[in-house]
């Protein structure tokens, strides 16, 4: 389908293609066999200027949108999920600098992680706040000039191996989530270390650690807006960003369903090919329309956010909720047209099922999205009462 | 540093088919790419560029669309791309090119070191690399894998042979054709991919070079295509012992006797 981008959106996408092809492609079963972080393919990314799509031009940015950002996105996931995430999860790390953060925060840190010399991460979860951020537990007390962080976060991607890292903490625990603020912390700061790195049941190629603050002091200047932000500041990131799952998800659908067809016209059973069966026919076409149905609905809630649209929260959980059940079935779907042949490790399909999983999971479950969906149904119709 | 790469356009090969009748390739429809070798060319001049500062120009001699494949070697980090294309240099054998390819060079202007893929992979000749060495009096290294190291008069390479290296040192200004042994070739970046969009490229003809319409093309040409087959592996070997003075002595005869010399 033609979507209508521009010039430069094109040359995005065929490019980030070409990468993910010659360079993703060929590892990505050695990748999620070893567990191991792709720090090659995040310099050939960041080479090719792909890093730094999103940010603006004068902190080094090709001063792209968040569709720009997602096309990468989608081209790399075609290939690998666990690569995408280790490159779209430096994007979700410096988010609350670009959105919130002050002019010298900006300058210190954006041109690093749009050159992609240094990746950023985002951190918000701990063991006893998912769903809820109110439970979060990791406090900063600001002494002088500067905040004393003690607590730890759990499942950040790209823990250990990001250098700057935006995290929320509690700096007035009475008042529950309007108490939190967001900190940036440096890797190598004292106090501040890193957990186990989790064993995941897919994109194994990302890292996911504990982050550890111990008495961990950092200038009360790290601080990304006010004291009290923190939640809103999360949550204008996670709108932001979630769409970047969506595209993360169609990638995968579309590698799904090109492995799929592909084996399916060279599978030959009772005499011919087994896409020439309706039965096979029917589970592609469904695969094709989904995917299809998928990457229109991200394209549409990218290009929204990008117009500067303020009430975005709806079209992004949208975005993201739909894409992420579309990859699950899609992927299921392809390993039954592969049979036995997509349960083994030979082939790519296993991999992208396993990997599908956690995008119904991360950045706020899919119940959770459907929450953020319905709040703003709510919303909606209850204006629409009283202009009546 | 500054440094000429020559590139040629050429049939993506896994998917050129052959006219089973008149056994030449059917180009018709088939993807062209910058030839393969050249690929590491543009790799070491930027690496060489990177590291030395300077700048790195592509040159190819080739029909009109061959302006595409400078503007994708732009795309990968090329500073400015420069294409010979006249109706008078169809034809042209290696002699031919290697003049006119020559001529370019010397208009582009100064240069510290020639870089070419050790040859073409529609061709295969890998004479054109030495032939514009011979024709701007350059030294030249053919098939070099690694650069040890460049100082401000010369540059010191290893040449692969098929049973090891030589080391060579050689005078700048000077020519090297490249072996993919050598590097790496980059992915193109999004910022060179926005340049190669936009930047000129200009095209110079036979009134642009100084040459003569003889010394190009078809015309210029010392050499003819009559038929491309692959040659059968013949010949008798002969070991010669003795001193060297006694070899040389029985090399000379033996040359005499067959009348080659």
Redo the contacts between chains.
């Keep these: 389908m033609d979507y209508f981008l521009t ?2 959106q094109m ?2 996408k ?2 980030a293609r ?2 993910a092809d ?2 993703i492609m060929p590892v990505r079963a050695e990748l999620d066999e070893k567990e191991e972080f792709p720090w090659e393919i995040i310099k ?1 990314l960041a ?4 890093m730094g ?1 999103c940010y603006p031009e004068e902190y080094g940015g ?1 001063g792209g949108g968040t569709f720009e950002n997602c096309l990468a996105v989608e081209e790399i996931s075609r290939a690998c999920i666990g690569v995408s995430v280790c490159y779209a999860g430096s994007g979700l790390g410096a988010y609350p600098i670009l959105l919130f953060g002050s002019e010298e925060h900006k300058k210190k840190y954006i041109p690093d992680i749009a050159g992609g010399r240094k990746l950023a991460a985002f951190g918000l979860t701990e063991a006893n706040a998912g769903s809820d951020a109110s439970g979060i537990q990791t406090t900063a007390v600001l002494d002088e000039n500067e905040y004393i962080i003690n607590g730890t976060k759990q499942w950040i991607t790209g823990g250990g191996e990001a250098e700057i890292y935006t995290v929320i903490v509690m700096t007035d625990k009475t008042r529950g989530s309007r108490g939190a603020s967001a900190l940036i912390v440096e890797k190598g700061t004292p106090g501040f270390t890193f957990g186990k790195k989790e064993k995941k049941m897919g994109i194994r190629a990302s890292a996911t650690t504990e982050l550890i603050f111990s008495n961990c002091r950092v200038p009360k200047e790290n601080l990304i807006g006010r004291e009290g932000m923190g939640f809103v500041v999360a949550m204008r990131v996670l709108d932001r960003t979630r769409p970047g799952i969506g595209a993360q998800a169609i990638g995968l659908c579309q590698g799904a369903l090109d492995a799929a067809v592909s084996y399916a016209r060279e599978r030959r059973q009772f005499g011919k090919p087994i896409i020439s069966f309706q039965a096979v026919q029917h589970i592609l076409a469904d695969m094709a329309t989904q995917t299809e149905a998928a990457r229109a609905l991200v394209y549409s809630a990218c290009r929204f956010i990008d117009s500067g649209a303020k009430d975005i929260s709806k079209v992004s959980a949208m975005a993201k909720v739909f894409s992420s059940d579309v990859a699950m079935k899609v992927t299921v779907d392809a390993v039954q047209v592969l049979g036995g042949y997509g349960y083994m490790r030979d082939y790519p399909v296993e991999k992208m099922m396993r990997d599908a999983k956690i995008l119904q999971i991360y950045e706020g479950t899919n119940q959770i999205q459907r929450n953020v969906i319905g709040q703003e149904l709510i919303k909606e119709y209850a204006g629409k009462k009283e202009k009546k | 540093m500054n440094i000429v790469v020559c590139i040629k356009q050429v049939p993506e090969t896994t998917s050129v088919k052959i006219n089973k009748d008149t056994n030449t390739l059917m180009r018709e429809g088939v993807k062209s790419i910058i030839n393969p070798f050249d690929m590491y060319a543009i790799e070491e001049g930027l690496r060489i560029k990177e590291k030395f500062g300077g700048r790195v120009s592509a040159v190819s001699m080739g029909p009109p669309q061959a302006e595409e494949a400078l503007r994708e070697a732009v795309s990968y980090g090329v500073d400015d791309a420069f294409l010979l294309s006249d109706r008078a240099f169809a034809g042209a054998d290696t002699l031919a090119t290697s003049r006119t390819l020559s001529k370019g060079i010397k208009k582009i202007g100064d240069f510290n070191l020639i870089i070419c893929g050790k040859q073409a992979i529609d061709g295969d000749t890998a004479q054109v690399g030495p032939g514009i060495a011979e024709k701007l009096d350059i030294p030249f290294v053919a098939f070099v894998r690694k650069i040890r190291e460049i100082g401000n008069r010369s540059i010191k390479v290893e040449r692969m042979m098929d049973d090891g290296y030589d080391v060579m040192e050689i005078t700048l200004p000077s020519l090297i054709t490249v072996v993919k042994e050598i590097n790496e070739p980059r992915m193109p970046s999004l910022r060179g991919k926005m340049k190669s969009k936009s930047i000129d490229i200009p095209t110079w003809g036979l009134a642009d070079l100084e040459i003569g319409e003889d010394k190009v093309g078809l015309k210029g040409s010392a050499t003819q295509v009559i038929k491309v087959f692959t040659p059968k592996r013949g010949g008798r070997r002969e070991m010669l012992e003795g001193s060297v003075e006694t070899q040389v002595g029985l090399l000379i005869n033996r040359l005499n006797d067959l009348k080659v010399v």
Aim: aromatic residues 0%; hydrophobic residues 45%.
């Design positions: 010039e430069n040359m995005i065929e490019l070409q990468i010659q360079r050939v080479d090719s200027d792909l799509l090709l």
